[in-house]
């Protein structure tokens, strides 16, 4: 592991599976009218933990000599789950619209989060390459 | 394919939602028209969603597709008229089947959902352009 990654730890993994999850509320959201739509979610603490211990679907680049840097590429998984309604819909759509606002903006702001985080690491090499 | 896929699925729903709304003021429009048989009467139009997978390896990042545009069944009401240019041997003309209290909240149930998806999308921007400024 490369002192970037290591710098980086969690939170690429974690922005990546996050910019997956905005897709999926999206969709739903998009969806909140389609008749037998079914809402759909992801487990994101599992599938963090799956890309952090390197269990995922991650495609990794491979290393023909010792002292080639590993490189995961971004794809990973996610997998997807059903949401459980809270309350059954005529049309068989299980979308409930604030819901699904609620976790989208809830998912935007963690999103930003690990961006502020990454921000913070590049900004601390920065200085450490610069030594300035 | 992550942020940039929202662009597709909010996207697909605001014009999806901007149909319905045009087929809502098409039968806000014409709920006064009349005809002269009830064949010719109008009828009141309604928009059906289906969800629309834009890659078949991503199944949970669905966009809508209009599936097509179906007829009111209800009855066609009838309306003694004799001196309307358009009324039946009889002096009946056919008003059409839309039921205005239906349409406006049909209306503002797809005004509400554009207005959902916009939000959606500007976020999704707003998201985007905070990535790409990464490490600046």
Redesign the interface.
């Known amino acids: 592991m490369s002192i970037i990654d290591r710098a980086f730890s969690i939170h690429d993994d974690a ?2 599976l996050r ?2 999850r ?6 739903n ?7 037998d ?1 079914k809402a ?1 979610d ?1 487990d994101f603490s599992s599938m963090l933990k799956q890309a952090a211990t390197g269990q995922g679907n991650k495609l990794n680049m491979a290393r023909t000599n010792e002292s080639h840097l590993s490189a995961g590429s971004a794809h990973i998984d ?1 997998d ?1 789950k059903y949401r459980n309604p809270l309350h059954a819909s005529l049309d068989g759509n299980t979308v409930d ?1 604030h819901v699904e ?1 609620a976790k ?2 809830e998912n ?1 702001v963690q ?2 989060t690990s ?1 502020t985080m ?2 913070g690491k ?2 601390g090499l ?1 200085l450490a390459i610069k030594g300035q | ?3 940039l ?2 662009f597709q ?2 996207g ?2 605001i014009s999806a ?1 901007s149909m ?1 709304l045009n087929t809502t003021a098409s039968n806000m429009a014409n709920a006064e028209t009349v005809a002269s048989s009830e064949q010719e009467a109008y009828r009141a139009r309604e928009t ?4 629309y997978l834009y890659d078949k390896a ?7 597709a209009m599936l097509g545009v179906v007829e009111s069944a209800a009855a066609i009401r009838t309306q003694y008229d004799p001196e309307n240019p358009l009324a039946n041997e009889q002096g009946y003309v056919f008003t059409s089947n839309v039921d205005t209290v239906e349409e406006m909240v049909n209306m503002l ?2 005004s509400r ?1 554009y207005q ?2 916009v ?2 999308l500007n ?2 921007k ?2 985007m352009v ?2 790409l400024s ?2 600046n």
């Open positions: 922005m990546i910019s997956h905005t897709s999926i509320l999206a969709a959201i998009a969806n909140a009218d389609t008749p739509y759909r992801m996610p997807i619209s606002q989208f903006s935007a999103y930003q961006l990454l921000n590049i900004r920065n | 394919m992550g942020l896929a929202n699925i909010s697909s729903a939602q319905r059906v969603f289906q969800s991503r199944p949970a990042e669905a966009g809508v149930s797809s959902s959902n998806n939000e959606v976020t999704s707003e998201l905070r990535t990464l490490g």
